[in-house]
């Protein structure tokens, strides 16, 4: 039995964390992240959850112990956002390499300087190389469902998982959220899988060693493999997730794509005002569509090229840019993921809303005549533009 | 008391064969503490010398489990362990007692570590933290570290013709440890062994953290010869350039009082770190001057403490 709620995105993610019940969180605060944590801490305070709360002094020290807790074959997450995942970087690394099924609730803030606390991409996008599975919520019930679901893909899989929330806009913003039985859930995840259990002390094995010239590339090469193999198992664990959860989630959405000439793409809470501007658009016999990229990492390239087959232009909404002078980071990756594809539309990039700059209908209409503009002019002229600027 | 026949018929939970130098104060200090704790521990060592010699894959020295993660990170890793042995003995799966012990060098305790140490600390883990204190970041090749003795020659306080050595003292990490109000803290010597042993079994019976300092001599750091590592630990606490001492309940124990005490020169002159201070006596002057004040601080601690 499922029941309607009104829930903010951190709330979400926070009555996800009670449904999973992980045998530890370790967790710093920080803004827009804050709550889910402080609202974890509440539960288990109240006893309403088993978990062991370490809050620890930093951020760093947070994913140390989740580090630490997941090798010894605890069930483990951890929130954060912005400067504090930027903190655990190096770790994220480690748990990558060490294969440790831990889940974050990451809430997409920007990165200083200057300092500032509001959306945008570029602290997920940071950390996209660190070898884990990176899933983008548009609204808080999808922070919710997939916060559920990361836990059984990292469990499944033995790859980290952040589940991620735009700031402010989804991690404050209250909508209709139906959450799930709190056995539904249970009865979903099931026991906490492992790898490997440090605190087995029959078996005792040596964790993080050192691994040189002889040995660290055939280690990072199987990493490799099993990262490009998780792929399959994504779908077959997103497809199980939506059968047993009542749910219609894909690795990408494609919204109005069928018949579509040109398309945004996007990652995020924009895609819920870019569904509304095709809406819009399509009134005015417009042929546009929308396809939302739900995972950023793995990159599911495939599905992406096959999605933009018929598409003659695509407009790609970055909220984030490498400092490359190429643009952001989707831009960067589709473009490329199309680079050997027979049938590829011309692309641009748009970098908007960086630091929580709004972004509305009228924006969105504007990339729609540019978007024409730049395919009919067989892409000539800027690849990346910078939008929702102050002139 | 503990019998070194009986720690010795034991067997090595840390086991020979690692690539530790001749001589490594380091190795002698795993070996102590991991017969003193038993095979019910799990180990967590920071990155460095103890960690990068005892497990080049595929080879580990470790008979008991061990984990590396970073460098700066060791005690928020071990306090992200004994939350899960909590947590999972909570919910049945864990019946054994296991103690958890963090180690790690004055690199990754004194300086980058310090942090994660003073939070795990302070958040009451039952934890045992051992720092092998050999005085500089020895891993990667002899820099200065915050535990680097004045005047000490290392290749980032190079002694030359304007700047002889280090020209500060050691932070005292004992003392930070013990302003954390644990239930025990201590500093150790391997030349009093037996004192080491004692000390570890004590750590690991209190009811939250602990924290060991234990003096490594480093033949390649300090320019000593590897057969005179157990007696340069002996000189260290006769000179009082290292004290042995714990802390317990808020008491202070002087555990080595030297009968003897022996001319700090003895210690300094056999390393090589130091040689650049036979021409400069007022260095060693001051490096006397300053051990002395604290030897004499800890006496009257000691004696305050016990009133």
Redesign the interface.
């Known amino acids: 039995m499922s029941k309607i709620v009104a829930k903010t995105g951190n709330e979400a993610m926070a009555e996800a964390m009670r449904q999973i019940n992980p ?2 969180v ?1 967790a710093y605060p920080i803004t827009p992240a804050t709550e889910i944590v402080q609202i974890f801490s509440s539960f288990v305070s109240n006893g309403e959850v ?3 709360f ?5 951020e ?3 994913i ?11 069930r ?1 997450m951890t929130g954060t956002s912005s400067q504090g995942l930027a903190l655990m970087h ?2 994220l690394f ?1 748990a990558g390499g060490l294969r440790l099924p831990i889940v974050i609730c990451e809430v997409n803030r920007a990165l200083s300087a200057p300092i500032n606390i509001h959306c945008d991409h570029s602290d997920t996008m940071a950390s996209r190389d660190a070898g884990w599975i990176q899933i983008f919520s548009e609204d808080p019930q999808e922070a919710y469902d997939q916060t559920i679901l990361a836990m059984k893909l990292s469990e499944q899989l033995f790859i980290p998982s952040m589940v991620t929330t735009d700031g402010f806009i989804i991690s404050h913003a209250m909508q209709r959220v139906e959450m799930y039985d709190d056995r539904e859930v249970k009865e979903y995840l099931g026991e906490p899988k492992s790898p490997y259990n ?4 029959d078996n ?9 010239q002889d ?1 660290y590339m055939e280690i990072k090469v199987q990493q490799a493999n099993f990262i490009k193999e998780s792929k399959s198992k994504i779908k077959e664990i997103l497809n199980d997730f939506n059968k047993k959860m009542k749910r219609d989630y894909s690795v990408v959405e494609k919204y109005m794509m069928d018949d579509a000439e040109f398309c945004f793409v996007a990652l995020g809470s924009t895609a819920g005002t870019l569904r509304y501007t095709v809406d819009k658009l399509r009134k005015e016999g417009k042929k546009v569509g929308l396809l939302k990229v739900r995972f950023y990492r793995p990159f599911f390239e495939e599905d992406i090229v096959e999605a933009l087959k018929n598409i003659k232009g695509c407009a790609i909404f970055d909220r984030s840019d490498m400092f490359a002078g190429t643009g952001g980071h989707l831009f960067n990756d589709i473009k490329s993921a199309l680079y050997n594809s027979s049938s590829r539309p011309f692309v641009r990039d748009y970098v908007y809303g960086l630091g929580g700059r709004d972004i509305d209908v009228e924006d969105i209409e504007n990339v729609y005549n540019d978007i024409k503009d730049f395919t009919e002019n067989h892409g000539k002229g800027e690849s990346v533009k910078y939008i929702t600027v102050r002139e | 008391m503990a019998n070194i026949k009986d720690l010795a018929s034991k067997g090595n939970l840390f086991t020979p064969g690692h690539r530790a130098c001749a001589g490594c104060g380091g190795t002698i200090i795993l070996r102590l503490l991991s017969a003193a704790a038993g ?2 521990s ?1 180990f ?1 060592g920071a990155t460095g010398c103890m ?2 010699v005892s ?4 080879y ?1 020295s ?9 460098f ?2 060791s ?7 004994e ?6 003995k ?2 049945g ?2 019946n ?1 007692d ?1 103690n958890i012990i963090a180690f790690g060098g004055d690199g990754g305790t004194y300086d980058i570590g310090l ?2 140490l ?3 600390m ?2 009451g883990h039952k934890l045992l933290y051992v720092c092998y204190d050999n005085g500089a970041y020895m891993n990667t090749g002899i820099q200065r570290s915050s535990a680097t003795p004045f005047g000490a020659n290392t290749t980032t306080s190079p002694a030359g013709k304007e700047i002889k050595g280090k020209m500060q003292h050691r932070k005292d990490l004992t003392e930070i440890m013990i302003a954390h109000n644990i239930p025990y803290v201590a500093q150790a010597s391997i030349f009093y062994w037996n004192d080491f042993v004692e000390k570890v079994k004590k750590a690991l019976k209190v009811d939250g953290p602990s924290f060991i300092d234990v003096l490594s001599p480093c033949p390649l750091g300090w320019g000593s010869e590897p057969s005179a590592s157990v007696e340069l630990s002996q000189l260290a606490v006769s000179t009082h350039f290292w004290n042995v001492f714990e802390y317990e309940n808020g008491k202070y124990k002087v555990n080595v009082k030297p009968k003897e005490e022996k001319p700090l020169e003895e210690f300094l002159f056999k390393q090589q770190r130091f040689k650049h201070l036979k021409n400069n006596p007022e260095l060693v002057e001051e490096l006397r001057r300053y051990l002395n004040e604290k030897y004499q601080s800890l006496l009257k601690k000691e004696e305050c403490s016990n009133r």
Request: aromatic share 6%.
């Open positions: 045998d530890v370790a088993d978990t062991v370490v809050p620890t002094e930093s760093h020290s947070a140390s112990a989740c580090v630490g807790a997941a090798a010894a074959g605890a483990v190096e770790i480690i440090l605190l087995d002390l005792p094995i040596t964790v993080g060693p050192l691994a040189l040995y | 095979e019910n799990v967590v960690e990068v497990t080049i894959y595929p580990t470790w008979k008991i489990p061990f984990m590396h993660n970073a700066e990170n005690a928020a890793t071990a306090s992200g362990i939350s899960a042995y909590r947590a999972l909570k919910r799966k864990i054994k296991i942090q994660s003073s939070g795990a302070e958040r």
